[in-house]
């Protein structure tokens, strides 16, 4: 896939939504760190529009995907209704451009460029965190109260997981993981065995964005959330899913270009006064905090070991799976959810 001709793609994509207007320029504005590729377009009227590039999953899921962020940017109310970008559509339908040729599946969507304001600073203070942890429960609400007109979604945490042991039995995924097969069918089992305990049938469900790394968005002056891109890990699960990456954003060491994913940061008492003011607006139950930690188990088993190699550049992504192994998974244990819930008073 690295080798294949990303602008023609995209070239042809735009020619399939729109032949009366043709493509001038192509500006690559991917992240750095992560394999997927978002282009900036300008079109001959001098127009900007945003191309997103993907290529792996599932393409019913990528689909699936942008149909429900597109339902629910329509669907939030002030004052998040622009929070977040849309997706060109065509005929009624967010228009996606499937690209199959040889060994290469990839699809494209585009997005209207989306207005940016402030970025938190690399290190918040605790004025900055208590205001977030409230502004986050605004809008978790209200993502909450669009939940109802959305469209169906079929990926679960289950079907993720279950994808993971199915994996596994593959002589590729064999191949990828044959030091640590034990280990990892275990802690794959651990967590469908925590969910069913904790949540399932009992923590109602809603669109989350998982990926809250403080540059995928922008607050105003007074720390509103103004916009919020990047919707690579989107999906419907529990809102808890979110917190961790709030507790990354939270945590004493501050926002890093290189960095690990510990479990530290849920047990700072930084993202403790995060929760606090998240309480206050949109209380948490005992089953949701006693699920935190099957949260970040699910991250790890689910973007950093079986996707790890799409979100991260090969570096990164073994740097990530040995640290899973070494530190993530056995840390999971430390996790003591009593604190949390004392200081909630739940």
């Known amino acids: 896939m690295r080798l294949i001709d990303y602008p023609t793609i995209i070239r042809q994509a735009w020619a399939a939504f729109d032949p009366s207007q043709t493509v001038q320029a192509i500006e690559d504005i991917s992240a750095r760190v992560s394999t997927n590729h978002v282009?900036?377009?300008?079109?001959?009227?001098?127009?900007?529009?945003?191309?997103?590039?993907?290529?792996?999953?599932?393409?019913?899921?990528?689909?699936?995907?942008?149909?429900?962020?597109?339902?629910?940017a329509n669907n939030l109310l002030y004052p998040f209704e622009n929070v977040l970008a849309r997706s060109l559509s065509k005929n009624g339908q967010v228009f996606i451009y499937r690209h199959q040729e040889h060994t290469i599946d990839a699809w494209v969507v585009f997005y209207n460029p989306i207005r940016t304001m402030n970025r938190m600073p690399r290190r918040l203070d605790e004025t900055h965190?208590?205001?977030?942890?409230?502004?986050?429960?605004?809008?978790?609400l209200a993502c909450n109260r669009a939940s109802p007109?959305?469209?169906?979604?079929?990926?679960?945490?289950?079907?993720?997981?279950?994808?993971?042991?199915?994996?596994?039995?593959?002589?590729?995924g064999q191949y990828?993981?044959?030091?640590?097969?034990?280990?990892?069918?275990?802690?794959?089992?651990?967590?469908?065995?925590?969910?069913?305990?904790?949540?399932?049938?009992?923590?109602?469900?809603?669109?989350?964005?998982?990926?809250?790394?403080i540059g995928n968005f922008s607050v105003t002056d007074d720390l509103k959330l103004y916009s919020r891109w990047d919707y690579d890990w989107f999906r419907i699960s529990y809102r808890v899913m979110d917190f961790y990456f709030f507790s990354r954003v939270c945590s004493d060491?501050?926002?890093?270009?290189?960095?690990?994913?510990?479990?530290?940061?849920?047990?700072?008492?930084?993202?403790?006064?995060?929760?606090e003011?998240?309480?206050?607006?949109?209380?948490?139950?005992?089953?949701?905090?006693?699920?935190?930690?099957?949260?970040?188990?699910?991250?790890?088993?689910?973007?950093?070991?079986?996707?790890?190699?799409?979100?991260?550049?090969?570096?990164y992504a073994t740097k990530l799976q040995h640290e899973a192994y070494e530190t993530y998974f056995p840390s999971i244990d430390t996790f003591d959810a009593d604190p949390i819930l004392r200081r909630l008073n739940i």
């Not at 994808?163 to 039995?169: H, K, N, V």
């Not at 510990?262 to 930084?270: A, K």
């Not at 948490?284 to 070991?305: G, H, K």
Request: a positive charge; hydrophobic letters at 40%; one cysteine or more.
């Open 176 to 213: 990828e993981h044959r030091l640590n097969e034990e280990a990892l069918r275990r802690q794959c089992h651990l967590f469908l065995e925590n969910r069913q305990k904790l949540v399932a049938k009992t923590v109602e469900t809603m669109p989350v964005f998982v990926d809250w790394n």
């Open 129 to 140: 965190i208590r205001k977030l942890g409230a502004e986050i429960a605004r809008f978790h």
């Open 253 to 275: 060491v501050g926002d890093r270009t290189v960095f690990s994913y510990v479990i530290g940061p849920l047990m700072e008492e930084r993202f403790g006064w995060f929760l």
């Open 39 to 72: 282009f900036r377009l300008t079109l001959d009227s001098g127009d900007r529009v945003i191309a997103k590039l993907s290529y792996f999953g599932k393409f019913e899921h990528f689909r699936d995907d942008h149909r429900i962020i597109q339902a629910l």
């Open 277 to 315: 003011e998240y309480h206050k607006i949109y209380p948490l139950t005992e089953r949701e905090i006693r699920f935190l930690p099957e949260a970040y188990r699910f991250f790890i088993l689910n973007y950093v070991i079986k996707y790890g190699r799409y979100f991260f550049h090969r570096t």
């Open 149 to 172: 007109v959305l469209p169906k979604y079929a990926k679960t945490l289950r079907s993720d997981i279950q994808g993971l042991l199915d994996l596994l039995s593959t002589e590729t």
